[in-house]
């Protein structure tokens, strides 16, 4: 245990149990042990300080300890008021990494969370920018857009980030460097698909201890994240709805053998609800009204924007334990509510296993590395990591699967016109 108290955490006596953890989830994080053994002694982030805002979990621990072992200093905080794991803040506290982070935060100490990342005890700002959502980035932008000047850059995690991003460059507002980690294809096609369809009945499960074979689940959206959570919930015998805009996703879906219905065709017929959208109002309180009695509604998306909370306000609320809500209609009708409409994989259970983890934590790194070293070769915009890059978190993580890859001889390589070790694909391609 450090001396420090530049750290606010739940409760420091959990350290030990999290520590415990966190030594169990390094053996299923290959990449970033492994970036540890290649940059051993190398310190490729050393004067780098890094603010991070990304889900303070186990996974997340091993990250910021990663970052940290390639030199650089961080500040840290949770990027969702439901999300921390508290036994993790306190194993990175104790070692002395500043955190500031627990579960159950309110909206007004979420934002005093982030702003202690900003700035530390003797003149600490940051140079680097970790986000998961866009929270920090924004808050840095509006608030302590002085303290730009010396950030070399912006890794963001995650859809919903993203597209603020895209957003801020589209109206000249972005001031620094940014690259886009979610669609990198070993975050998007790993953590939010696989991810998604371990972690979604994960959380469903914890919170309600229902069974769902048999019964009838709607996924609203059907990209990776939906694609995910529909076969978590076939795979544990629902029948699957999907509601769809995109009528290249819908055509997947329904080729996969889901029936693609809108929320108005979908409210009175499901028993389970999940958004996965990235969108606002997806799930209105005139939905809610045709829901059966005890429907169970939740969202996979980042921001509680998908399902109309606000609305159900009205409403009389039965807190049943934290992060699950019935919600009492005047007709007498009860909804079960998870986690006040925020990620519920995150507020009802721990998030996505450690091995996947690893990919996009490990795209994190490489991109923290990539802004550090290289800054002056990206302008103020948004980016991605380059192929070679993708391709070598892959590798790092198929010797935890014992998989043996197929190499290509000289001839097969000069036949397709590629090098033997890769890049194997064009940018363009679609996994």
């Known amino acids: 245990m450090t001396g420090t108290t530049d750290y606010k955490v739940a409760d420091m006596s959990l350290a030990e149990w999290g520590r415990k953890e966190i030594t169990i989830a390094e053996t299923e994080m290959p990449g970033l042990m492994a970036l540890r053994e290649e940059y051993h002694g190398q310190k490729p982030l050393a004067g780098a300080r890094i603010a991070g805002c990304l889900h303070m979990t186990i996974q997340t621990a091993v990250l910021i300890e990663t970052l940290v072992d390639l030199g650089a200093t961080v500040r840290w905080s949770s990027c969702n008021i439901f999300s921390t794991q508290d036994h993790a803040a306190a194993a990175v506290a104790a070692v002395g990494v500043p955190v500031f982070a627990w579960k159950g935060e309110t909206e007004e100490e979420f934002d005093w969370c982030i702003e202690q990342t900003i700035t530390g005890p003797g003149g600490w700002t ?14 840095m932008h509006d608030k302590f857009p002085e303290l730009l000047d010396e950030v070399k850059g912006i890794s963001e995690e995650t859809t919903t980030g993203v597209l603020r991003l895209y957003d801020m460059a589209r109206a000249g507002e972005l001031k620094v460097p940014a690259i886009n980690v979610n669609d990198s294809v070993t975050k998007s096609k790993f953590d939010n698909l696989y991810g998604c369809r371990e972690s979604l009945v994960d959380g469903v499960k914890r919170a309600t201890d229902v069974m769902i074979a048999g019964k009838v689940a709607v996924i609203c959206g059907y990209g990776d994240v939906g694609k995910g959570c529909a076969v978590s919930m076939r795979g544990q015998g629902a029948r699957v709805l999907v509601t769809e805009i995109d009528p290249i996703c819908a055509l997947q879906a329904a080729m996969e053998g889901y029936e693609v219905v809108t929320m108005e065709e979908a409210a009175p017929q499901g028993d389970i609800f999940v958004t996965a ?25 980042h921001f509680d924007s998908e399902i109309q909370v606000a609305g159900l306000r009205n409403y009389e609320w039965e807190n049943v334990k934290p992060q699950v809500d019935e919600v009492i209609f005047p007709d007498g009708k009860r909804l079960i509510l ?8 995150l507020g009802c259970a721990t998030g996505h296993p450690s091995f996947v983890m690893s990919a996009s934590f490990t795209n994190q790194t490489l991109a923290q590395i990539e802004l550090w070293r290289n800054a002056d070769a990206y302008d103020i915009g948004v980016h991605v990591l380059p192929k070679h890059l993708d391709e070598k978190v892959a590798r790092l993580h198929l010797g935890k699967l014992g998989v043996n890859l197929t190499e290509l001889s000289d001839a097969q390589a000069k036949y397709l016109g590629l090098a033997q070790q890769g890049p194997f694909k064009p940018d363009h391609y679609r996994y």
């Not at 109002?281 to 059966?292: E, G, N, P, Q, W």
């Open 126 to 139: 940051p140079n680097l920018i970790l986000d998961d959502g866009g929270d920090l980035t924004k808050m």
């Open 277 to 301: 959208t990235g969108n606002i109002d997806v799930i209105t309180t005139d939905h809610m009204a045709k829901m059966k009695d005890r429907a169970i509604v939740c969202n996979i998306g």
């Open 338 to 345: 998870l986690a006040e409409g925020r990620l519920v994989n």
